[in-house]
């Protein structure tokens, strides 16, 4: 409940992207108003200038961007004309930011909890003994495991789930009156977002923090904001309560956003037992150095032209049976087969031919992409290494595979991924590694990251690309929509093990195992009573007091 307080005003706002003095808008006249202890939702599709306004609240823009219109004040400090510090001495302090990329946005050479004190040590909020104390108690409220020493790790060190949790408690870390979360619970799997979710409530309700939560996630919208505001194309569709908005939108543009994800694929006939699978994981046990499993004894197959899902929380192994199957970490004990001829465990020890049949697609296509590099020559490097083609032959294929995600070669060929948005990089993830013409493709959280328009025609694309050129699929995730949309089977995994598998019509209809029906019953609904009423069905104790206990 926010209070009568207005602590963000912005008025007639007007932000110009510039590139090679070319200028275009992308915030056009946008107003917005945000009290202490309410929390605003924004939503819109890729390049609506969510992320944009977001940074403007702040008084902040990305490089490229300026504000050539309008005003932002923040508690009456007008942050367009402030020195930067004034600026600096809000930020961090009293203006905090939860990025949409841990993994692009901390420092791989500290660690976590190093990255958490800073902000207290340079507003002299707290000693370093006391940060570090917080920084232990908000890690325990938030969930993370081993709250006393994950801290101590470097970056590199933690999942990408745990990782995203470490940056809402460095976000927290100096009590600030406004926070402004970008896609806070993108990569964390379904049973973590509660938690989280619930986390931020708190903290917002208790120290009535004011919050603009910036999301491609309808349904977690409904659980988080008092108001919604829709962009599309830097202007402002509508705003309204959350219940009005869910309920009768009054715009077209809304209702088509209330409408995505109606893309389903049947399941496919199930695979003979006699065909030989693409992919055979026969009792599979991985670990990171001298410490315990985290894999355990994992088999199953992967047919031609057919998708398995894996699903399971952060940390329960999903991304390491990938790595597995990759050849960065050699598995421990069992062995991994493509086609019934095992692989070398270790990928140095792998044959061209052997490492061109198994490729991957990243969950964060920013992160993945040299951002050096033209795309022409990011999607051309496997197409010499892997086909050995060169000048006019190389060009022709590269042309041809942007064909084939749906890009204008002309367009793209000699941009930077600095220049594309979030769907049309994780596209040319898709070309990279289809570059290889392999057999065998892991989808790592490949649309995680999208709004659900992108990501919807991300999977189409994956599906036609499967139909056209039998491919066969791992898809890693923990969006139980996507498992929907396009698997065949699912693989469900839990602290390492897998405790259910099946065809995808069996696994999604009761009964289920204890395990899968939690994953099932946490994913959010359309409607802001949802999580209220799920805390009351599981009680506090199951999702852990430290979670819902007030901060």
Known sequence: MSSSELLVKIRDLQIDGIADETRSRIINNVDLDLHRGEVLGLIGESGAGKSTLGLAAMGFTRDGCEIVGGSVEFDGIDLVGATPDVRRQLLGKRIAYVAQSAAASFNPAHKIINQHAEAPLFHGMSSRAEAEADAIDLYSRLRLPNPDEIGFRYPHQVSGGQLQRAMTAMAMSCRPDLIIFDEPTTALDVTTQIEVLVAIREIVEQFQTAAIYITHDLAVVAQMADRVKVLLRGDEVEEADTRTMLQSPREEYTKSLWAVRSFERPQK??????????????????????????????????????????????????????????????????EIAFQNQVLPADYRNRSVEQLRQVQMIYQMADTALNPRKKIGEIIGRPVEFYLGLKGAEKRRRVEKLLEQIELEPSEFINRLPSELSGGQKQRIGIARAL??????????????????????????LLTNLQEEMKLSYMLITHDLSTVKAIADEVVVMKDGRIVEAGPKDEMFTPPHHEYTDLLLSSVPEMDPDWLDELLKQRGADNLGDAAVSKM
């Open 269 to 334: 006939p199930l695979a003979a037992k006699t065909a030989t699978p693409v992919i055979s994981l026969r009792n599979v046990t991985a670990a990171y150095g001298n410490n315990d499993p985290v894999v355990r004894d994992v088999s199953f197959d992967i047919h031609e032209g057919r998708t398995v899902a894996v699903v399971g929380e952060s940390g329960s192994g999903k991304s390491t049976t990938a790595r597995c199957i990759t050849g960065l970490l050699p598995p421990r004990t069992g």
């Open 435 to 460: 570059a290889a013409e392999p057999k065998f493709i892991i989808c790592d959280e490949v649309t995680s990251a999208l709004d659900q328009l992108v990501a919807e025609g991300i999977l189409k």
